[in-house]
């Protein structure tokens, strides 16, 4: 803004006076604003931001994103540029190579559940003398999925001890439970599990059998959980899921709807995202 007004102020001194040296001072630095302007318009283009969430996001739970900007000129890299994102996030890089990528991290919190758009990303610049900074504008068009904010909960009067909820435990054969029987060896063990003790004893190889605990699976239903509104419903099957899925197999109902039990962080995923996208109906 100085710059402009300094030009104007010689401008209107060079037309009054008919000053040839103020004309030339114009000139030049009218000269100089194009050729800086051309420059920084040039640093900020063909740069694509984008913004990566993570596997897993929370409402009210600051998530940590990885906003990145690829610049795919030929021949020239893109200097001070300024990534910020519609919620207040930014990143300066100094350097951007051509045709290579830089990524940093920021924190973005979503107050509500469900499918949220990621909103636009800004590049912005001084470059190159800081006089004026110029900036495009992008939308990021792809969506993500925000959890409900797992509120803790507990087993006890949810129904634990129903048929639903399930809390027995049955034996299987396996490896990790207590030595239940001596049998002969039949190739198909692994040597860990020969009774070399016992073995010593006889004209053959006796593996010990184990047995294994498992454990009966977790069936939540938010309606029937306790929780003012369904708001608080869903927080607590959050982290009911968060908390047990990778223990022991989670089963889930919603309006009738019943997702069958299974276990592992995929299968959390899913839970958590059809509790995310719940609407009642």
Same mark, same amino acid.
């Given at each position: 803004?100085?710059?402009?007004?300094?030009?104007?102020?010689?401008?209107?001194?060079?037309?009054?006076?008919?000053?040839?040296?103020?004309?030339?001072?114009?000139?030049?630095?009218?000269?100089?604003?194009?050729?800086?302007?051309?420059?920084?318009?040039? +640093?900020? =283009?063909?740069?694509? #931001?984008?913004? @990566?969430?993570?596997? *897993?996001?929370? %409402? $009210?739970?600051?998530?940590? /994103?990885?906003?990145?900007?690829? +610049?795919? =000129?030929?021949?020239? #890299?893109?200097? @001070?540029?300024?990534? *910020?994102?519609? %919620? $207040?996030?930014?990143?300066? /890089?100094?350097?951007?190579?051509?045709?290579?990528?830089?990524?940093?991290?920021?924190?973005?919190?979503?107050?509500?559940?469900?499918?949220?758009?990621?909103?636009?990303?800004?590049?912005?610049?001084?470059?190159?003398?800081?006089?004026?900074?110029?900036?495009?504008?992008?939308?990021?068009?792809?969506?993500?999925?925000?959890?409900?904010?797992?509120?803790?909960?507990?087993?006890?009067?949810?129904?634990?001890?129903?048929?639903?909820?399930?809390?027995?435990?049955?034996?299987?054969?396996?490896?990790?439970?207590?030595?239940?029987?001596?049998?002969?060896?039949?190739?198909?063990?692994?040597?860990?599990?020969?009774?070399?003790?016992?073995?010593?004893?006889?004209?053959?190889?006796?593996?010990?059998?184990?047995?294994?605990?498992?454990?009966?699976?977790?069936?939540?239903?938010?309606?029937?959980?306790?929780?003012?509104?369904?708001?608080?419903?869903?927080?607590?099957?959050?982290?009911?899921?968060?908390?047990?899925?990778?223990?022991?197999?989670?089963?889930?109902?919603?309006?009738?709807?019943?997702?069958?039990?299974?276990?592992?962080?995929?299968?959390?995923?899913?839970?958590?995202?059809?509790?995310?996208?719940?609407?009642?109906?």
């Amino acid at each position: 803004m100085i710059y402009i007004l300094i030009t104007l102020l010689l401008g209107f001194a060079a037309v009054n006076t008919g000053n040839n040296l103020l004309f030339l001072v114009v000139a030049g630095l009218l000269a100089f604003m194009s050729v800086t302007g051309l420059a920084g318009m040039y +640093n900020i =283009k063909q740069l694509i #931001p984008d913004l @990566l969430p993570p596997k *897993e996001i929370y %409402a $009210g739970i600051p998530a940590p /994103f990885v906003l990145s900007v690829r +610049n795919t =000129k030929r021949y020239l #890299p893109s200097f @001070l540029i300024r990534l *910020e994102y519609s %919620a $207040g996030q930014s990143i300066v /890089f100094p350097v951007i190579p051509k045709k290579s990528e830089s990524k940093g991290s920021v924190l973005i919190i979503f107050s509500q559940r469900g499918l949220v758009s990621l909103g636009t990303v800004t590049i912005s610049s001084p470059y190159p003398v800081g006089f004026f900074t110029r900036f495009w504008k992008f939308e990021i068009r792809s969506r993500v999925t925000v959890f409900p904010r797992p509120l803790a909960s507990s087993l006890s009067g949810i129904g634990d001890e129903s048929p639903a909820f399930g809390t027995g435990l049955r034996r299987e054969r396996g490896v990790s439970g207590e030595l239940e029987r001596i049998y002969p060896y039949t190739a198909s063990e692994p040597l860990r599990m020969i009774h070399w003790k016992h073995s010593a004893r006889s004209h053959d190889l006796l593996v010990k059998g184990f047995g294994r605990t498992v454990v009966a699976p977790l069936v939540i239903d938010p309606d029937t959980m306790p929780g003012q509104g369904i708001e608080e419903r869903l927080s607590r099957a959050a982290w009911l899921v968060q908390r047990f899925v990778r223990e022991r197999p989670v089963g889930l109902i919603l309006s009738g709807r019943v997702f069958p039990a299974g276990i592992g962080s995929l299968h959390g995923l899913k839970l958590l995202k059809e509790l995310a996208l719940y609407d009642g109906n």
